[in-house]
């Protein structure tokens, strides 16, 4: 199977950065978009930015000019690049991903995965 593993959240003061991570783990053929999306209690989850294998990139409206995604196909990880941070910010941001992986020899299967989420604080 495949796992995703997020690290990075902590806690930051307001104007401050954080730089989340997350690594792909498993039998993978490939990731063809990876995500970042966030949660904050009682509301629904809301993606934050995407990035394609080709490196394509989309951002939610609320982060744009302040959040970077970029990736290393060769190591299967993904990065969110977190800049000016706002309190309301203040969320745990999931890593997400479609992968094409092989559940046995020759045999593949595409799946939707999800990290475990990592916290990230801002303070005011």
């Known amino acids: 199977q495949v796992q995703l593993v997020e690290s990075g959240g902590g806690l930051v003061q307001a104007g401050g950065s954080l730089r989340l991570s997350c690594a792909a783990s498993g039998s993978i053929f490939r990731i063809p978009r990876m995500n970042w999306y966030r949660q904050v209690p009682g509301h629904e989850r809301e993606l934050v930015a995407g990035?394609?294998?080709?490196?394509?990139?989309n951002y939610a409206d609320f982060v744009k000019d302040r959040f970077t995604t970029s990736r290393d196909n060769g190591k299967n990880t993904v990065y969110l690049q977190m800049n000016s941070l706002k309190p309301e910010d203040t969320a745990v941001y999931y890593c997400?991903?479609?992968?094409?992986?092989?559940?046995?020899?020759?045999?593949?299967?595409?799946?939707?995965?999800w990290g475990q989420g990592t916290q990230v604080t801002v303070s005011s």
């Open positions: 997400n991903a479609d992968v094409d992986y092989y559940y046995a020899l020759y045999a593949r299967a595409t799946s939707n995965f």
């Open positions: 990035i394609t294998s080709g490196g394509n990139t």
